[in-house]
Nanobody, 124 residues
Framework: QVQLVESGGGLVQAGGSLRLSCAAS????????VGWFRQTPGKEREFVAA????????HYEDSVKDRFTISRVDAENTVYLQMNRLNPGDPAVYSC?????????????????WGQGTQVPFSS
């Protein structure tokens, strides 16, 4: 089993940056692919980015591809999501998830373990 805890969420402004962390405990985290998803009220969960075990492969949703970077430090059991040039389409609850497979990384059902999420709202 893998337990995931997200952190780093908070108020942001358009054009700002934020780094989210996904800290894992439990089973061998380095053997899992990790994905970030986001969700806003009334909408389905949306894929953001994913990173394979070893960190050699990554996938991004098109709207974040040139702005967000997913990375992992297995020695710290942590995956990061660096978010730059935030825009009005980005505020959401961001969640990380872990999967022992690397195939349908954009599909939430491919992931076995989920964190509780961290909020990234825009400041008014």
């Amino acid at each position: 089993q893998v337990q995931l805890v997200e952190s780093g969420g908070g108020l942001v402004q358009a054009g700002g940056s934020l780094r989210l962390s996904c800290a894992a405990s439990g089973s061998t985290f380095s053997a899992y692919a990790v994905g970030w998803f986001r969700q806003t009220p009334g909408k389905e969960r949306e894929f953001v980015a994913a990173i394979r075990w070893g960190g050699m492969s990554t996938h991004y949703e098109d709207s974040v591809k040139d702005r967000f970077t997913i990375s992992r430090v297995d020695a710290e059991n942590t995956v990061y999501l660096q978010m730059n040039r935030l825009n009005p389409g980005d505020p959401a609850v961001y969640s990380c998830a872990a999967s022992s497979r690397w195939g349908a990384t954009r599909v939430p059902h491919s992931y076995t373990y989920w964190g509780q999420g961290t909020q990234v709202p825009f400041s008014s």
